[in-house]
């Protein structure tokens, strides 16, 4: 799997957009990118993934640059519940069995 | 709908007790997986099953054995408890080329 790399920690205003970045530089061409999030004292959530193209969902969106080297995560309007670990993680059809969490990125949502 | 449960929620062993913990499935997906989080940490897998009547060893094995029953249930087991294998113990499921969906975890600790 490609590496990731995510700042450790963000904050955002409630009710703003946050927006969560990831460096994905050595992605491969047949490799996904996912969003995840785990909040406090619960199981991963799944949030959006995408290939290429800019992906949208009732939860987020997933802008991919052209070259696919970085993305980011947009939370429109962010609420005090989307106070959470935030994942990014690459994977491909040789990905394996394992999701590969790493440290992700603690995003703070303050009223 | 329930999704992944896992059973119990909470548990508390003393070194060498053994015990199962419990996942089932309601979403007819194939694959399921059971991995731990320790504090700080990012998940581990320790052990997958790709379908019914297979299963398969993941990053951190050791201590662990697995059943998967039928194409709902996949089990742990922990034959003689250690300290080192408190943590917070997370089942997924996952079907063709989707996301993992994971349970709420079962929080273990061994004294």
């Known amino acids: 799997d490609a590496k990731t790399t995510q700042p450790p920690s963000m904050d955002c205003a409630e009710g703003r957009a946050a927006n969560l970045p990831c460096n994905h530089s050595t992605i491969s061409g047949n490799e996904y990118v996912y969003w995840y999030r785990q909040i406090h004292s619960q199981g991963p959530q799944y949030i959006i993934h995408?290939?290429?193209n800019n992906e949208t969902n009732e939860m987020a969106s997933l802008i991919i640059t052209e070259d696919r080297k970085s993305s980011t995560l947009i939370l429109p309007h962010a609420t005090l519940r989307d106070t959470a670990v935030y994942y990014c993680i690459v994977r491909g059809p040789n990905s394996g069995y394992a999701l590969n969490f790493g440290k992700g990125t603690s995003l703070l949502v303050t009223p | 709908n329930a999704g992944v449960t896992q059973t119990p929620k909470f548990q508390v062993l003393k070194t060498g007790q053994s015990m199962t913990l419990q996942c089932a499935q309601d979403m007819n997906h194939n694959s399921m997986y059971w991995y731990r989080q320790d504090p700080g940490m990012g998940l581990r897998l320790i052990y997958y099953s790709a379908s019914e009547g297979t299963t398969d060893k993941g990053e951190v094995p050791n201590g662990y054995n697995v059943s998967r029953l039928n194409k709902r249930e996949f089990s742990l087991r922990l034959e003689s408890a250690a300290p080192s294998q408190t943590s917070v113990y997370f089942c997924a499921t996952r079907t063709d080329n989707q996301p993992q969906h994971f349970g709420d975890g079962t929080r273990l600790s061994i004294l």
């Open positions: 995408g290939l290429k």
